[in-house]
């Protein structure tokens, strides 16, 4: 079955650190794959998406991400955070995707502090 | 272009009760699929709906039940509330030449 893994449920760095979120994912074709973020209180919100060709994906927010089929990874990096990032990330893949059977597979999210 | 909406953005409901959402897709698309999010986890897959009829459905009692419209609006009803249904409740759509947007959610207390 497929699955979405976030080793970290709970990561602090520093204001001005560099942060990278982990994502590993259990899909047998090549997957859709989705970082989205979660403030207190709010809904989801996209940050970016890997549907095919290059590898690296640029966000919003100053995000990127790196696709490596080879690791099954999707892992989330920001040079330099700030301390607005400080939310709930979810990392997802999508079953089926372009389908009538398409459904969204999320991992349980990791939680990111941000010290000033 | 409006995205997915949905309505009502928060409700309380009191144990026993019943409760309807309601979600517009975004323009063009055709499928809904609702999740469940609880406290401190990932968004769970409830059901979804496709040309008005039940398509998949994830591991959720006959409680919670939908329904799509043939403007491809749709509703999920969640019978005899338990506390463990609080939660915030978002609505997704897509189609086959587009992938899946996720509304603002409903964030529903149960009492």
């Known amino acids: 079955a497929q699955s979405v893994t976030q080793p970290d449920i709970h990561i602090t760095v520093s204001e001005g650190a560099s942060l990278e979120l982990r994502c590993n994912y259990s899909?047998?074709?090549?997957?859709?794959l989705f970082w989205y973020v979660q403030s207190p209180g709010q809904g989801l919100q996209l940050l970016l998406k890997?549907?095919?060709?290059?590898?690296l994906v640029q966000g919003i927010k100053g995000f990127e991400a790196e696709f490596k089929r080879s690791q099954s990874s999707f892992n989330l990096r920001k040079p330099s955070v700030h301390w607005s990032d400080a939310a709930e990330y979810f990392c997802a893949v999508v079953h089926e995707p372009k389908t009538s059977y398409d459904k969204v597979i999320f991992g349980p999210g990791t939680s990111l502090s941000v010290i000033p | 272009d409006a995205g997915v909406t949905q309505s009502p953005t928060h409700l309380i409901k009191t144990r026993g009760q019943q409760v309807t959402l309601r979600c517009s897709p975004k323009?063009?698309?055709?499928?809904v699929s609702w999740y469940q999010q609880a406290l401190g986890q990932g968004p769970q897959f409830i059901f979804q709906?496709?040309?008005?009829?039940?398509?998949q459905r994830g591991n959720f009692p006959d409680r919670f039940s939908g329904h799509q419209f043939p403007n491809y609006s749709s509703e999920l009803n969640v019978n005899a509330l338990l506390l463990g249904d609080s939660a915030l409740y978002l609505c997704?759509?897509?189609?086959?030449?587009?992938?899946?947007?996720f509304g603002e959610g409903s964030w529903l207390t149960v009492v």
């Open positions: 899909y047998g074709a090549t997957p859709y």
């Open positions: 709906y496709y040309e008005e009829e039940e398509r």
């Open positions: 997704a759509s897509s189609t086959l030449r587009d992938t899946i947007y």
């Open positions: 323009s063009g698309h055709d499928t």
């Open positions: 890997y549907f095919s060709g290059d590898t």
